[in-house]
């Protein structure tokens, strides 16, 4: 079965430190791979993804993540954190079977000044 | 410039009372989807349309119904709201129903029954 882990509900940071959200994946074949963030009652918002290609990915915000084929492994990564990026982040694959978006349980990041 | 729209953002029903939720696109994307979320957890599919074509989650109950009249307009009709049901409720859109077809997601709508 295709599935994501996000092992950590919470993460900490001060703000200006780099930051990590960590996601590992599950899945049979190539995996396509996402991030979402969501703001507090807002919807998500796409931050990037992995299709094929670079395994370093850039999307909004300055965010990037790694795509880590032997480790299965697909981190949200930024150099330097900002207040404004507290929210809700959510990891995500395609499942293959079914071509439906499967969902990791979420992290909060916290960033605190 | 907002692509996907919600309305209303909060929707306060009464129980039992019959509710509908909006969502409109201006991106032309052939696919259109309701999910649910509760509590900060993930989003739970509910269904999602391809063009006119309406596929239904197994384990979506009954009481949730949809309508897509035309491409920009998409309806999540509940039809006897339970305390249960109160969460948010996010519509989201895509291009096409393929493996790389990233899913932009409207601002929800919170529901609240009492």
């Known amino acids: 079965a295709q599935s994501v882990a996000q092992p950590e509900d919470q993460v900490n940071v001060a703000e200006g430190n780099p930051l990590t959200v960590k996601c590992t994946y599950s899945?049979?074949?190539?995996?396509?791979l996402f991030w979402y963030v969501q703001y507090p009652n807002r919807g998500l918002q796409f931050l990037l993804k992995y299709i094929t290609g670079d395994n370093l990915v850039k999307g909004s915000y300055g965010f990037e993540a790694e795509f880590n084929k032997s480790q299965t492994s697909f981190h949200l990564k930024k150099p330097s954190a900002l207040v404004s990026d507290s929210a809700l982040y959510f990891c995500?694959?395609?499942?293959?079977?079914?071509?439906?978006?499967?969902f990791g349980t979420g992290t909060r990041l916290q960033v605190f000044p | 410039d907002a692509m996907v729209i919600q309305n209303p953002r909060y929707q306060v029903t009464q129980f039992g009372k019959p509710v509908t939720l909006s969502c409109s696109q201006t991106?032309?994307?052939?696919?259109m989807y309701w999910y649910q979320q509760k509590s900060s957890q993930a989003p739970k599919l509910l269904f999602h349309?391809?063009?006119?074509?309406?596929?239904n989650e197994a384990d979506t109950p009954d009481n949730f119904q949809s309508r897509r009249p035309n491409t920009s307009f998409c309806f999540l009709d509940i039809r006897s709201p339970g305390l249960g049901d109160a969460a948010m409720y996010l519509c989201?859109?895509?291009?096409?129903?393929?493996?790389?077809?990233?899913?932009?997601f409207g601002p929800g709508t919170r529901l609240t029954v009492l």
């Open positions: 349309y391809y063009d006119k074509d309406f596929n």
């Open positions: 989201a859109t895509s291009r096409d129903w393929g493996f790389a077809d990233t899913q932009y």
């Open positions: 899945v049979s074949g190539n995996p396509y």
């Open positions: 991106l032309n994307h052939n696919v």
């Open positions: 995500a694959v395609r499942d293959m079977n079914t071509d439906k978006l499967i």
